[in-house]
């Protein structure tokens, strides 16, 4: 159910990742990495964003987020029939897991896009230092940190399901990287669909173009 792109975002957003906390939140031991492979990682996160952001409008059919975004009622209604595990199964997203998706695609957005308007106060400028006001970089800084932190909770959050989901008895780990999941019950979502490949390739192109411009700018 989880298509080839969305595996591959996947596990390469988690690489860059790696190397954006990595690069800031350690003392660079045993690897020291300047500033520019901070910046890099995040231009490959935004790469990655844009493909997914797209991916959820027109992908296929698990990867939509109108597709595993649902009410707050049926949010509710899941939680609480999952803790008398008596949940109904989903191929795609489950409610929680669809609006935790959301918010991280937000917090991932809002660190990535706020990245590119800071510097280092040493000698690295990002590619819009400069084009907004001193205020509005001390602002974008600020969100930078906290965000920074928020986050990495969110991430924290999102392994301890996983987690849980795999103490109830339900693998999700493996359907991510091979794109199928054994279900003990028929999908309340439905089975996956494939997506135009074509609109695949656009879409990649467009977010190859991005990265390769923020990396060689
Ligand atoms: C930097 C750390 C991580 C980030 C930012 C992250 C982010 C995400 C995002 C955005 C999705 C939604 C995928 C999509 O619909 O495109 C997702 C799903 C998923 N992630 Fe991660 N992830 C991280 C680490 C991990 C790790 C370490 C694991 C394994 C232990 C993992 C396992 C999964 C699984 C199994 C799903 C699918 C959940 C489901 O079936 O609903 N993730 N993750
Ligand atoms: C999702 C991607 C990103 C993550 C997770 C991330 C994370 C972080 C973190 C945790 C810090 C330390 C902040 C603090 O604790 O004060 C930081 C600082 C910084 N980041 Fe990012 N960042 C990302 C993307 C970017 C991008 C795209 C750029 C620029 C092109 C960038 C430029 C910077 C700079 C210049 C600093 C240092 C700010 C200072 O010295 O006050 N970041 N980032």
Redesign the pocket.
Known sequence: M?DVW?RI??WV??LA??VS?YTMKTEGYPLMFPVDWHARAGYTVLGLLLF?WL??LFGSR??RFLN?LRSPLESWRYLWLFLRNRAPS?A???PL??W??MI??LS?TLQAGSGLFLHDDILFEAPLYGSVSDATTKLLTTLHHYNGNF?LG??GL??V???V?RIKG?K?????FTGR?HLISEPVDGPGSNAVQWRAAVMLVLAAALVTWLWTS
């Open positions: 989880w969305v975002f996947h957003l988690v990742l790696i906390f997914r991916w959820g698990h990867a595993f989903y795609g997203h489950n897991g669809g935790t998706v991280m695609m991932l986050l969110l991430i999102h392994i399901a996983v987690v989901h339900e999700l780990v493996g359907a991510m999941k």
